[in-house]
């Protein structure tokens, strides 16, 4: 059970009136125990959930069942469309939820260079979680400010940019929005001026749209 100071955290967020102080030691309760507890699950059902009552109402049970599972009391998803009915064959989703080789590649080698001591942009990013299912709106939050604006660009699993955002310096927190099909997207967040960005280098990350069409295997 949340306590009220919880509880209150999460209504400063809703509202977004969440403190800067309140910022960090709302990080700090969704990645402690590495996201294995209350509070981190009740933001990610509260997310999953806005996110889904987006959709067409059609999709609305199946997506729920899916990605709630024994979580949500749903009795019978027999008569839910199959992947035709939905807009796409199961070909295609398996074409847009097909990693990108050279871009996973490159988040597995800048996320073991985090840890040999040197600070990078990458180890600077809190979050999003790598693998974050994520409709509409990516949340970032920096361990620090970065003297240099930040360039975020989302790539599509073909390594295609498909989102623009320019972030001021400085800020440690930030929302890049966007309206994309179903699929496994990519970020990457670059530092603007020179120096800097050959001093910290870039971060990037992997994320999901809908993935609850995302087919099994």
Not at 84 to 113: C, D, K, N, V, W
């Amino acid at each position: 059970m949340l306590s009220t100071e919880d509880q209150n955290l999460i209504e400063q967020y809703n509202n977004q009136t969440l403190s800067n102080e309140n910022k960090l030691l709302f990080v700090e309760k969704i990645l402690a125990n590495n996201g294995n507890n209350d509070f981190a699950k009740t933001i990610k059902l509260q997310i999953t959930v806005e996110q889904i009552l987006q959709k067409h109402p059609v999709m609305e049970a199946r997506i729920i069942a899916e990605k709630l599972g024994k979580d949500l009391p749903i009795e019978d998803t027999d008569d839910m469309p199959d992947h035709e009915e939905i807009g796409y064959t199961l070909s295609e989703l398996l074409q847009m939820f097909a990693p990108a080789p050279e871009l996973e590649e490159s988040i597995a080698t800048r996320s073991s260079s985090a840890n040999d001591g040197q600070k990078t942009l990458q180890s600077i990013v809190v979050l999003p979680e790598n693998g974050l299912n994520c409709d509409d709106v990516l949340f970032f939050d920096l361990d620090e400010p970065i003297a240099s604006p930040l360039q975020c660009v989302i790539y599509d699993n073909q390594h295609k940019g498909v989102v623009e955002q320019q972030i001021v310096a400085n800020e440690v927190s930030f929302d890049v929005t966007f309206s994309l099909p179903p699929g496994r997207y990519y970020w990457e967040l670059n530092p603007t001026d020179r120096t800097t960005r050959q001093q910290l280098g870039r971060a990037v990350g992997m994320f999901l749209v809908n993935e609850g069409l995302m087919p099994e295997g």
